[in-house]
């Protein structure tokens, strides 16, 4: 076996942990709630001004943060009422309240525009307005939500509900297992990298605009910013149009899912923008995908030739599942040639022999050497009973489980989350076509024919049963998945996602607990749980490491009696390999949005959306992304896909909103402003960095002056000053 291993797995450091170790650490805990955006009901006072912002004036187009296209929409206000004539020049005469009326005294005028200046021009002393903050960092501690909680008996609430990444995964996975018609992990993967790369390409869209790098290359001609749509509700509604397409049949889950996520948001030109953009990405990358082979209908045909994949003789009306998968166009990787492993050990050979003793003795039914500790971690890790939702719904609560412990950004989870799927569904793609090419037989199919192998070391057993993998049927134990045991789909899985996890955080020694579903069904059945001979405290594991997780995972199929050792090891080593091409991208990816400008990004980059763009999309061997593979640089910090949000300085960029209607009156009057020049006097760097200081920063005047005059007309003349000094 170690002959056959060292051909092509090139580097393992170390054995996989004893089979014989004791049980592993572990914590009753409660199991951990499904998160679930809260709805919060807006209310005004009757005597209230019903259209100020009371709780931050300055933020005049309510979207959290004072900016400088709340100035503009001020002075883009004042333009429009000059234009058809009313009240006085540069004023706008009407009722009390408007949200253009920072002051509240029932005009707008450029006073109003220099209020929220000098707001901005302070910094970070109150930008954010306490009320509606919808980009604060999901791990940014305050009064309500201690940094330093990290107890996985109750998720934080301040680091998951407002993370849309955490939210719309969650619900993904209640999907995967509600969703009995397509419950395999190979439309599970492919879902689940369709789902991530909607909300990363989002984000990155959102955050960078025309220059931003994204995994795929869209139509969109965007030239919008963070300051006029909203990144949770373009990211929403990118996620709930994939998976609307993806899952017609949980449409009411997912309609009533996305009115819980949107209710914060008001109804509003800047939501309009943000839920179009989120529909479009989501369609484009459905369009994208839709003729990847997923849905190519491949008959299989078995043969009683020996060594070669058979029925399941304790099953055998359970159908064979993807023939075809191996064939789906993958996302990231070019093809599946380069990763496909060498074939199996001879059937003749020492190796194989010793492999197939191991798991007649190790994975039968009623096994006498295997312990209560391995019965449980192959239970644990199984995710094949129906309900369940397949590994995919186990992986993806890794994901999440790590994320909030490391205290991720919303950025860092789009880009965690995307890459991991990415890979994953990759390897999924690599795995099939392995298992249908090598088309090797089961353990079980093997054991009961081992006296015909032609192999003087193994011994034949008719009657062996694996314990087997849960299915949740009339049958307890022995039921064997229907596809070919080599290369294993659960360690290819394990290399992809802990592969992706060690070069995310550029280490491999984070510790963490996880909760099994399968361990909870058990939990509840002390009749299951006698049937294999376990008797459960919890659900709960512990790990020391990714390493070790990923070695307990793919392990744990031999436990069950339903894969050999080498399709485990070399699984798990397909799976890394996969992984690191795909970090490789990601990679490129970030260094281009974090505007790295050394002319060598690490590898090649995804799609480019400015104008220009190549258009090209719909190819599914790496025709609709740029570049070329290259090495990961793992820094030891968590990847961000997306850099710091960037003031927008051109008026163009948002001048249209969906509907063709102006943002911005682009007229050019006395009192319109130039948005370059605007954007000089706003900037971060022009600031007067003493922010307890009352004059306004940039314009060098005191508000307390403009403000001690009676007269309208001198207040306006001062104004009009300041505007000319300062290129307004």
Same mark, same amino acid.
């Given at each position: 076996?170690?002959?056959?291993?060292?051909?092509?797995?090139?580097?393992?450091?170390?054995?996989?942990?004893?089979?014989?170790?004791?049980?592993?650490?572990?914590?009753?805990?409660?199991?951990?709630?499904?998160?679930?955006?809260?709805?919060?009901?807006?209310?005004?006072?009757?005597?209230?001004?019903?259209? *100020?912002?009371?709780?931050?004036?300055?933020?005049?187009?309510?979207?959290?943060?004072?900016?400088?296209?709340?100035?503009?929409?001020?002075?883009?206000?004042?333009?429009?009422?000059?234009?058809?004539?009313?009240?006085?020049?540069?004023?706008?005469?009407?009722?009390?309240?408007?949200?253009?009326?920072?002051?509240?005294?029932?005009?707008?005028?450029?006073?109003?525009?220099?209020?929220?200046?000098?707001?901005?021009?302070?910094?970070?002393?109150?930008?954010?307005?306490?009320?509606?903050?919808?980009?604060?960092?999901?791990?940014?501690?305050?009064?309500?939500?201690?940094?330093?909680?990290?107890?996985?008996?109750?998720?934080?609430?301040?680091?998951?509900?407002?993370?849309?990444?955490?939210?719309?995964?969650?619900?993904?996975?209640?999907?995967?297992?509600?969703?009995?018609?397509?419950?395999?992990?190979?439309?599970?993967?492919?879902?689940?990298?369709?789902?991530?790369?909607?909300?990363?390409?989002?984000?990155?869209?959102?955050?960078?605009?025309?220059?931003?790098?994204?995994?795929?290359?869209?139509?969109?001609?965007?030239?919008?910013?963070?300051?006029?749509?909203?990144?949770?509700?373009?990211?929403?509604?990118?996620?709930?149009?994939?998976?609307?397409?993806? &899952?017609?049949?949980?449409?009411?889950?997912?309609?009533?899912?996305?009115?819980?996520?949107?209710?914060?948001?008001?109804?509003?030109?800047?939501?309009?923008?943000?839920?179009?953009?989120?529909?479009?990405?989501?369609?484009?990358?459905?369009?994208?995908?839709?003729?990847?082979?997923?849905?190519?209908?491949?008959?299989?045909? &078995?043969?009683?030739?020996?060594?070669?994949?058979?029925?399941?003789?304790?099953?055998?009306?359970?159908?064979?599942?993807?023939?075809?998968?191996?064939?789906?166009?993958?996302?990231?990787?070019?093809?599946?040639?380069?990763?496909?492993?060498?074939?199996?050990?001879?059937?003749?050979?020492?190796?194989?022999?010793?492999?197939?003793?191991?798991?007649?003795?190790?994975?039968?039914?009623?096994?006498?050497?295997?312990?209560?500790?391995?019965?449980?971690?192959?239970?644990?890790?199984?995710?094949?009973?129906?309900?369940?939702?397949?590994?995919?719904?186990?992986?993806?609560?890794?994901?999440?489980?790590?994320?909030?412990?490391?205290?991720?950004?919303?950025?860092?989870?789009?880009?965690?989350?995307?890459?991991?799927?990415?890979?994953?569904?990759?390897?999924?793609?690599?795995?099939?076509?392995?298992?249908?090419?090598?088309?090797?037989?089961?353990?079980?199919?093997?054991?009961?024919?081992?006296?015909?192998?032609?192999?003087?070391?193994?011994?034949?057993?008719?009657?062996?049963?694996?314990?087997?993998?849960?299915?949740?049927?009339?049958?307890?134990?022995?039921?064997?998945?229907?596809?070919?045991?080599?290369?294993?789909? *659960?360690?290819?899985?394990?290399?992809?996602?802990?592969?992706?996890?060690? *070069?995310?955080?550029?280490?491999?020694?984070?510790?963490?607990?996880?909760?099994?579903?399968?361990?909870?069904?058990?939990?509840?059945?002390?009749?299951?749980?006698?049937?294999?001979?376990?008797?459960?405290?919890?659900?709960?594991?512990?790990?020391?490491?990714?390493?070790?997780?990923?070695?307990?995972?793919?392990?744990?199929?031999?436990?069950?009696?339903? *894969?050999?050792?080498?399709?485990?090891?070399?699984?798990?080593?397909?799976?890394?390999?996969?992984?690191?091409?795909?970090?490789?991208?990601?990679?490129?990816?970030?260094?281009?949005?974090?505007?790295?400008?050394?002319?060598?990004?690490?590898?090649?980059?995804?799609?480019?959306?400015?104008?220009?763009?190549?258009?090209?999309?719909?190819?599914?061997?790496?025709?609709?992304?740029?570049?070329?593979?290259?090495?990961?640089?793992?820094?030891?910090?968590?990847?961000?896909?997306?850099?710091?949000?960037?003031?927008?300085?051109?008026?163009?960029?948002?001048?249209?909103?969906?509907?063709?209607?102006?943002?911005?009156?682009?007229?050019?009057?006395?009192?319109?402003?130039?948005?370059?020049?605007?954007?000089?006097?706003?900037?971060?760097?022009?600031?007067?960095?003493?922010?307890?200081?009352?004059?306004?920063?940039?314009?060098?005047?005191?508000?307390?002056?403009?403000?001690?005059?009676?007269?309208?007309?001198?207040?306006?003349?001062?104004?009009?000053?300041?505007?000319?000094?300062?290129?307004?």
């Amino acid at each position: 076996m170690a002959r056959f291993l060292s051909r092509w797995v090139r580097r393992r450091n170390s054995d996989p942990q004893s089979d014989q170790s004791s049980g592993k650490n572990r914590k009753r805990i409660l199991t951990r709630r499904r998160l679930r955006p809260e709805t919060l009901e807006a209310r005004q006072l009757l005597a209230a001004n019903i259209f *100020h912002n009371e709780a931050m004036p300055e933020d005049v187009n309510e979207d959290g943060i004072v900016t400088a296209v709340d100035a503009l929409t001020i002075i883009n206000q004042i333009n429009q009422a000059d234009n058809i004539g009313e009240g006085e020049p540069g004023s706008q005469e009407r009722g009390r309240g408007r949200l253009t009326d920072v002051n509240n005294d029932g005009r707008d005028s450029a006073l109003d525009a220099l209020m929220v200046i000098n707001r901005f021009n302070r910094g970070d002393d109150g930008l954010r307005n306490p009320v509606v903050d919808r980009d604060a960092s999901p791990d940014e501690p305050n009064e309500d939500s201690p940094a330093d909680s990290t107890d996985n008996d109750e998720l934080p609430a301040a680091e998951t509900d407002s993370d849309v990444v955490l939210q719309w995964n969650d619900l993904f996975g209640e999907i995967l297992a509600s969703s009995v018609e397509d419950q395999n992990p190979g439309y599970a993967s492919r879902s689940m990298a369709m789902l991530n790369v909607a909300i990363f390409d989002s984000v990155n869209l959102v955050t960078d605009g025309a220059d931003a790098d994204t995994f795929y290359d869209y139509s969109i001609d965007f030239r919008g910013s963070s300051d006029n749509v909203a990144t949770e509700v373009v990211a929403s509604q990118a996620a709930y149009t994939v998976l609307s397409g993806l &899952y017609p049949d949980q449409q009411e889950t997912l309609d009533s899912f996305l009115a819980s996520s949107l209710a914060n948001f008001r109804s509003g030109d800047s939501t309009s923008r943000s839920i179009a953009l989120g529909t479009e990405i989501g369609n484009e990358i459905l369009a994208i995908r839709a003729d990847d082979g997923f849905d190519e209908l491949v008959q299989y045909t &078995y043969t009683d030739e020996v060594g070669w994949f058979q029925a399941d003789p304790l099953n055998p009306d359970v159908p064979v599942w993807g023939p075809g998968w191996g064939e789906v166009g993958t996302f990231a990787i070019s093809s599946t040639d380069e990763y496909l492993p060498e074939t199996t050990p001879a059937l003749t050979s020492e190796e194989y022999a010793a492999s197939y003793n191991e798991v007649k003795e190790l994975g039968a039914a009623d096994s006498a050497v295997r312990t209560e500790d391995q019965t449980e971690a192959g239970v644990f890790w199984a995710y094949d009973r129906e309900g369940l939702g397949t590994p995919l719904a186990l992986y993806n609560d890794v994901l999440a489980t790590i994320a909030v412990q490391q205290g991720n950004t919303l950025e860092e989870n789009a880009a965690l989350f995307a890459q991991a799927s990415v890979a994953m569904a990759d390897a999924a793609v690599v795995a099939w076509d392995t298992k249908f090419s090598e088309e090797f037989w089961r353990p079980v199919t093997a054991i009961q024919s081992g006296d015909i192998d032609g192999n003087p070391l193994t011994e034949g057993d008719a009657e062996w049963t694996a314990l087997g993998a849960p299915d949740g049927g009339e049958d307890e134990i022995g039921f064997t998945p229907q596809f070919p045991t080599y290369i294993s789909g *659960h360690a290819t899985f394990g290399g992809a996602l802990f592969g992706t996890l060690q *070069h995310f955080y550029g280490t491999d020694d984070i510790s963490f607990e996880l909760t099994s579903r399968e361990l909870e069904v058990l939990l509840e059945d002390p009749e299951l749980q006698e049937a294999y001979g376990i008797s459960l405290d919890d659900a709960t594991r512990t790990f020391s490491s990714f390493s070790d997780a990923m070695a307990e995972n793919g392990r744990s199929r031999v436990y069950l009696g339903i *894969h050999f050792d080498f399709d485990d090891l070399v699984g798990q080593a397909v799976g890394q390999t996969v992984a690191a091409t795909v970090a490789s991208e990601f990679a490129a990816l970030t260094d281009a949005n974090s505007g790295n400008d050394n002319g060598d990004t690490g590898g090649g980059g995804f799609a480019d959306n400015s104008p220009a763009g190549n258009g090209n999309r719909g190819n599914n061997d790496g025709g609709d992304r740029r570049g070329n593979e290259g090495d990961s640089n793992d820094s030891g910090s968590p990847r961000s896909a997306t850099s710091s949000l960037a003031l927008a300085t051109n008026l163009l960029d948002f001048t249209f909103d969906d509907s063709d209607q102006p943002l911005f009156d682009q007229s050019r009057t006395t009192n319109d402003v130039d948005a370059n020049a605007f954007a000089e006097i706003t900037s971060p760097s022009n600031r007067e960095p003493d922010v307890r200081r009352p004059e306004l920063d940039s314009a060098g005047v005191r508000l307390d002056e403009l403000t001690s005059s009676d007269s309208l007309d001198e207040r306006l003349a001062m104004i009009d000053s300041i505007f000319a000094e300062n290129r307004f």
